[in-house]
């Protein structure tokens, strides 16, 4: 089946720093979803994006839908620390299930 | 804010045993799906459910594996003989219509088997 790979797989930063992660595939996808996830919590979408080369903004989160189809980024700007989480790509597989990338963990140092 | 409530929040079991989680969607969803995640990795699809009969499933999701929705409003996941390696965070989610791409999941259920 299609596979997600996201990089980096952690990351560690100062609060107020720019994040930026991207998601490729092998295969192309029509939709591109970045969900996030808290310590202890289910994932949260952050951003749909559903066409190719759009932009999108979700306050200090942009995302990207890339013109191949077969890539996305996700940026954060300023982050503080309830930004800290695992952030996961996902795509549709077929009508019924997504397929999730293995996330890209982020931890802000104070 | 509606959202998807799961409970046990962490059940351990002997290896063998029978488990069965609890989901109670949001109210006005009409696709119920169960995801699995081992620690540290990936959350991976296990089974939807539309219209009281499963429309889709993955390998992970065998014969000892089951869902049911008994009333209108709760969607459960039995394993009927437990094995070490389905030790994972199950979580519940749901949507009201396909094509967002956007699922509510609930906070999971841990499920230890020792």
């Known amino acids: 089946g299609q596979q997600l790979n996201q990089s980096p797989q952690s990351m560690f930063i100062q609060e107020g720093e720019d994040v930026s992660m991207n998601c490729t595939s092998s295969?192309?996808?029509?939709?591109w979803l970045w969900y996030k996830q808290d310590p202890g919590e289910g994932p949260v979408l952050l951003i749909a994006l559903y066409k190719a080369g759009e932009l999108t903004s979700n306050g200090r989160l942009t995302a990207q839908f890339g013109i191949t189809r077969k890539d996305s980024f996700l940026n954060i700007s300023a982050s503080i620390p309830s930004d800290v989480g695992i952030y996961f790509c996902?795509?549709?597989?077929?009508?019924?299930?997504?397929?999730f990338g293995q996330g890209t963990r982020l931890t802000i140092n104070p | 804010e509606p959202e998807v409530t799961q409970t046990p929040s962490h059940q351990v079991t002997q290896m063998g045993q029978e488990v069965i989680l609890r989901c109670v969607p949001i109210?006005?969803?009409?696709?119920f799906y169960w995801y699995r995640q081992i620690l540290g990795q990936k959350v991976e699809f296990l089974v939807s459910?539309?219209?009281?009969?499963?429309?889709?499933k993955s390998e992970i999701f065998d014969d000892q594996f089951s869902v049911e929705r008994p009333d209108g409003s709760n969607f459960t996941l039995k394993i009927r003989s437990t094995k070490l390696e389905d030790s994972a965070m199950y979580f519940c989610a749901s949507t009201r219509e396909l094509g967002t791409g956007e699922l509510f999941f609930g906070e999971g259920s841990r499920l230890t088997v020792l």
């Open positions: 109210s006005n969803h009409l696709y």
């Open positions: 996902a795509g549709p597989q077929g009508a019924q299930k997504l397929v």
């Open positions: 459910f539309y219209n009281n009969e499963i429309s889709e």
């Open positions: 295969s192309i996808f029509n939709t």
